[in-house]
T-cell receptor, first 114, second 115 residues
Framework: EPEVTQTPSHQVTQMGQEVILRCVPISNHLYFYWYRQILGQKVEFLVSFYNNEISEKSEIFDDQFSVERPDGSNFTLKIRSTKLEDSAMYFC????????????FGPGTRLTVL | AQSVTQPDIHITVSEGASLELRCNYSYGATPYLFWYVQSPGQGLQLLLKYFSGDTLVQGIKGFEAEFKRSQSSFNLRKPSVHWSDAAEYFCAVGPISGGYNKLIFGAGTRLAVHP
């Protein structure tokens, strides 16, 4: 069964450094999403992406964050200058349509900012 | 504002016992409703979903959920729990206000299973 993959599984970085989290969505999916889950808290929506542009973003998704689909298979989340509070599990998801279709989630990347 | 409430943070059941995990939502219309499960160190796996039609939906791993509009609830049930069901369970609603299927998640219920 096709699945969403994410790399790396765990990333440790120093505060102020840039990180790029990578995702490979399911191949025929057109809608892509990033969510995050701070330890012990809810899974929170960050951003949705379609047709090479952001469809919607949350208040969390400020200027430090950016997303890109650099080629036909990858979908990336960049955090320009990491803060301690960016430490979280970051999940990528994809779907074939935005309304009635299921979002399929990747296994997540655990980001630790020191 | 749209929200999802899972009243039980932690539930412990014995293997073979029945299970019900509660989920209540606040939404202006009938939302799309989902239950996801997260095993330790794993991502979110879809258990089942409700879009329309029959209010009792069947999912994977023997789970089912019932949508009750009058109670704004979508409780997850399983008649006989297995030790491998120990995980965290998340209820979610979407789409939100015409957005691109942005899911709103509850806080989760952590299930422990005693042998």
């Amino acid at each position: 069964e096709p699945e969403v993959t994410q790399t790396p599984s765990h990333q440790v970085t120093q505060m102020g450094q840039e990180v790029i989290l990578r995702c490979v969505p399911i191949s025929n999916h057109l809608y892509f999403y990033w969510y995050r889950q701070i330890l012990g808290q809810k899974v929170e929506f960050l951003v949705s992406f379609y047709n090479n542009e952001i469809s919607e973003k949350s208040e969390i998704f400020d200027d430090q964050f950016s997303v890109e689909r650099p080629d036909g298979s990858n979908f990336t989340l960049k955090i320009r200058s990491t803060k301690l509070e960016d430490s979280a599990m970051y999940f990528c998801a994809s779907s074939t349509s935005p309304d009635t279709d299921t979002q399929y989630f990747g296994p997540g990347t655990r980001l630790t900012v020191l | 504002a749209q929200s999802v409430t899972q009243p039980d943070i932690h539930i412990t059941v014995s293997e073979g016992a029945s299970l019900e995990l509660r989920c209540n939502y606040s939404y202006g219309a009938t939302p799309y409703l989902f239950w996801y499960v997260q095993s330790p160190g794993q991502g979110l796996q879809l258990l089942l979903k409700y879009f329309s039609g029959d209010t009792l939906v069947q999912g994977i791993k023997g789970f089912e959920a019932e949508f009750k509009r009058s109670q704004s609830s979508f409780n997850l049930r399983k008649p006989s729990v297995h030790w491998s069901d120990a995980a965290e369970y998340f209820c979610a609603v979407g789409p939100i206000s015409g957005g691109y299927n942005k899911l709103i998640f509850g806080a989760g219920t952590r299930l422990a299973v005693h042998p």
